[in-house]
């Protein structure tokens, strides 16, 4: 017989027939799917979501961001761009039906110190802040202000498969003073492979050692493997994890919420209503939006560049010119 | 500095900066493929696939099966279901430009003592004999004629995701006694994650340790896993990788040949010619057959089923009512 000794991953936190109830589900179905729709969600739209999500047993909602309405116009955006209490309040029933509703908070774009409300005066649970590298000072004030003002906190490093090693572990032990309650490893690109992600979820959870602090992975689906990762840095020790329904999202989109919930094994999560929401809402949806795995994200990823060129293309008169952009963005590397 | 000692993973076979020239990829685009049309391709189409994979620098094309024309009427099939000679030889040129051509032969669907011909009077090269568990002893035999008349020779383990692992080991300890040059772990129903495949992997490569035999991995896309865990596989050890040309394969498809090549780093293989093969020969086949992730795809891959139920839903004239189809496959278990 085979000898099996040393096959099992001694990485890996847990085991097959256990689950870890440390595991939470943060959604961003309504925020990221806002960058493909300029944040003009119907209410009943936001509404089915968060239903759905109350009856999957999801922990956290993103509604949008609090962007300053000073660098961005409120006419030109619908209202998951701002998060006005009063928007959320019009559609997100004042209990909250067991959920944390969450806003993304973008470094240098947001007006904190106004916009962020005390959270006693706020339906809001959880600020996430979203920084590239070089923002982390400003990050780390939004972080104080919001942890000041009673809020959960996260940390949302952007952008990382083009950031040296150096200084993702500088960038961490910075972080790992604030606080903050949770570090996200964030693929912006879609462009890190299963092995990239787990030693990067390995570096996260050591420079975090001891702080109480949970590492959380918000992955892209550019490569087809934004579940395929977001599975990789659970198996490692990220507890957080970002998902979509659907895969909605900028591009190529985020993890689909409903592979990932068939693949946890805590009870509480419920596959059935997800589908049942695909069925009736994001099916329509997908007539109207592009979003998800094509081969110009394939060619973004693949070369660790922003979506954008790909998004252009597929929004554009010849979405399914895959060669010509191909060309082009292998002309100019 | 956060210390990083332990990180990497130690069960990976290869560096990021170098690649294993031994991985080669088998191309499986007209066999997998053809189970969606009856086999029914244009010969137009199959040669624009080989020139593709030519330009691509993939190693192996496989074309179909050698049924056994008692069991199935060629009336009623394309000739990709037989792989008759005059068949392959009038789309594919006799110099095969560098690839080498595979047929696939299922145990107990072939009638291997007639229908295939010893290896100087055919353009094949390599037979690949497709087995369930309890049809191994027929299948080494299959094995064994095809060896001695000269072919190169695959097995490939199907459904083993529904196989105990002291059977699966069982079933090595007598292949590794065989002549067969490569052993494949397939995963039919797409139900695996990335930890069995590794587990898996490592087993199959234990067990043929000191045979100079190789591991293959053939994925379904059933919970968008097919090329992630392929790059697993990879990763820990598999040398011979299975995919298909846009994922083009039985239900939810294959790994997608043009993610693999812009995985793999031996400079012989080129992204572009599967790109421009996609653009001007599968969009326009897409909108004929459905193929790829769906989520009844998803319904049966959770499930660990074969996904007949769901081809049959996908290609009824409801192929989007999912709750329908979870509420029946959830009663049914």
Partial sequence: MVNLEGTKDKMAKGSWVTYRPEIKIHDCTIRDGGLMNAHRFEDSFVRAVFDTLVAAGVDYMELGYKTDKKLAAPADFGPWKFCDEDDIRRVIPEDKQGIKLSAMADAERTDYHNDILPREKSILD???????????????DMVKDAHDKGYETTLNLMAIS??????????????????????????????LYSEQIRY?????????????????????????????????????????????????????????????????????????????????????????IDWGYSIPYLITGWLNEHPRAAIKVREGSNPDDYLTFFDQMVEEE
Wanted: proline share 4%; aromatic share 6%.
């Fill in 200 to 288: 990067l979820t390995l570096m996260y959870l050591r420079a975090l050692e001891g702080t109480n602090k949970q590492v959380g992975i918000h992955a892209h689906n550019n490569m087809m493997l934004a579940y395929a990762n977001t599975i990789e840095a659970l198996i490692v020790g990220a507890n957080r994890l970002d998902a979509t329904i659907n895969g909605l999202g900028r591009g190529a989109g985020n993890c689909p919420l409903e592979l990932l919930i068939s693949f946890l094994k805590n009870p509480k999560f419920h596959l059935r209503p997800v589908i049942k929401c695909i069925q009736e809402h994001f099916l329509p949806l997908s007539k109207k």
């Fill in 126 to 140: 959880c600020i996430r802040v979203a920084t590239y590298i070089h923002q982390i000072p400003t990050a780390l």
């Fill in 162 to 191: 083009t950031v040296r090693d150096a200084e993702i572990m500088d960038a961490l032990d910075t972080i790992a003073k604030s606080p903050v309650d949770v570090v996200y490893l964030v693929d912006s690109f879609g462009a």
